[in-house]
């Protein structure tokens, strides 16, 4: 089930508010929460249910293992980390390592034909940050399995996000305060998200993979360059909104999810970017991999050591093939040339070309990130820089797929920036801004909801990590 269906809509959100706010005892509303969390999960894969349950029993009993142990806690520790690494190792990774072994040793390994469990990468790094925090006593162990489970599988961020970590919402799961007021913001946040997937998103992936899926060996520069700059719209409007949807259904219910995303295309450099991208997933891999490596107070050479290893196994988090490592060592190494060689020669370029250096790169990126097939990358790259026609006014004008989404290019490249946001500013006094934004906000939703009733395609990127 998607945020974007009208089963969710129109059914599971309404019955589930309507519930929750008929149970008055925060005991019985967590609860609720729980069992409908399993719903939304089971909507999908009921199968992999047993798994989700099984990994809040071993958590919840080796968190509470480690609170009470003074000197062996660290063993506990270590096993918990085995159990959950080698859960997301088996289910992600283990056809790829099969493949690779096949392909290296010439063998003929049988490939596991197991379907990845949805979201297994973010919930299963959530409940990692949960017990690494008990076995550092910056929170204590959660003595009741409900409030435990309710947290792990709660479902506005259990498919794609945020990694809400534990310390964050800890005294919200039986201390929060909701209120008609937080269910209206939440509201309006969750259509702006909406919009943003189904008015935006959708309609550059169109575009994008259209091109992809063509015959990319006769497929020219332009077209190519189209392809990048509407899946770089696509995948911002794609995570950032379903982000803004996740962070509303939780003002719902009376939690406060830390922002996501906060305009990273206007980054003056990578290293800015990935301040602005996926906060959640960059701040846990400082925070788990990066700081207890060492940081940066290391020798130099250790430093890039782990600057290295954690975008490696950033690259690896998003999916088990090889461009994904490659773009995660594409990174990496760009992150490392800012902060030893570039960094201080790029704050001293005027503010557009920074912006031109960053996007440029970000760009490259997702083509890495994309194009999984490896000769077809190289192709791909090399045909961005190699001028090639393709006849591309004749490919748009046939394609109406292509021509109808090219206007939402624009509206793209202006949603992405934070003009929005500074008109809301300066408006947020005047008397009218309240009905006008209310007005916005669902025309957004309307709007939404008259494409999702004729669209017949509607992708969500990151449900595959």
């Not at 959950?84 to 596991?112: P, W």
């Not at 916005?440 to 990151?462: D, K, M, R, W």
Request: proline share 3%.
């Amino acid at each position: 089930m998607v945020f974007s269906s009208f089963t969710f809509l129109f059914i599971f959100l309404p019955l589930v508010l309507l519930t929750y706010f008929l149970v008055k005892k925060r005991k019985y509303r967590n609860i609720v929460l729980l069992i409908f969390s399993l719903i939304f999960y089971a909507w999908g894969e009921p199968v992999y249910v047993i798994l989700m349950l099984l990994s809040i029993i071993v958590n919840y009993f080796i968190a509470l293992k480690i609170e009470k142990l003074k000197y062996s806690k660290k063993k506990w520790m270590i096993i918990d980390i085995i159990f959950n690494l080698g859960i997301i190792g088996f289910f992600k990774y283990g056809n790829f390592i099969i493949q690779n072994i096949n392909s290296i040793f010439h063998s003929n390994i049988g490939e596991m034909n197991l379907a990845l469990p949805i979201g297994i990468s973010f919930y299963t790094f959530q409940v990692l940050s949960y017990v690494i925090d008990v076995y550092r006593k910056t929170v204590p162990a959660q003595k009741n399995i409900i409030n435990l489970g309710m947290y792990i599988t709660l479902f506005p961020q259990l498919i794609a996000g945020p990694i809400v970590r534990y310390e964050t919402i800890a005294d919200e799961i039986e201390n929060r305060k909701e209120s008609f007021s937080e269910v209206v913001i939440g509201l309006k946040r969750f259509f702006i998200g909406l919009g943003k997937k189904v008015l935006i998103a959708n309609q550059m992936a169109l575009i994008a993979d259209t091109i992809y899926a063509g015959d990319l060996a006769n497929t020219g520069t332009v077209s190519l360059w189209l392809a990048a700059i509407s899946y770089t719209l696509q995948i911002y409007f794609d995570f950032s909104g379903y982000s803004d949807m996740a962070i509303g259904l939780g003002r719902m219910f009376g939690f406060h999810f830390l922002e996501n995303f906060n305009y990273p295309y206007i980054a003056k450099n990578i290293t800015d970017f990935w301040r602005r991208w996926h906060i959640s997933l960059s701040t846990w891999f400082r925070d788990y991999v990066y700081i207890p490596l060492g940081g940066n107070r290391v020798s130099k050479l250790k430093w890039l050591r782990n600057i290295l290893i954690v975008w490696l196994l950033t690259g690896l988090w998003h999916g088990a093939s090889w461009n994904f490592v490659i773009w995660g060592i594409y990174y990496g190494v760009i992150l490392i040339i800012e902060k030893v060689f570039l960094g201080k020669l790029i704050d001293k370029l005027p503010k557009f070309l920074q912006h031109f250096y960053a996007l440029f790169f970000i760009i490259i990126g997702w083509v890495i990130f994309r194009v999984e097939d490896f000769s077809q990358m190289g192709m791909v790259l090399q045909k961005m820089f190699v001028y090639c026609s393709s006849g591309i006014i004749d490919n748009i004008v046939l394609n109406f797929d292509i021509f109808s989404s090219l206007p939402y290019i624009l509206i793209g490249i202006i949603g992405s920036m934070p003009i929005l946001a500074k008109i809301n500013k300066k408006t947020k006094e005047k008397v009218s801004y309240n009905v006008i934004s209310n007005i916005y906000t669902f025309g957004v939703f309307a709007l939404s909801v008259c494409f999702l009733l004729v669209a017949t395609y509607n992708p969500f990127i990151y449900f595959r990590f």
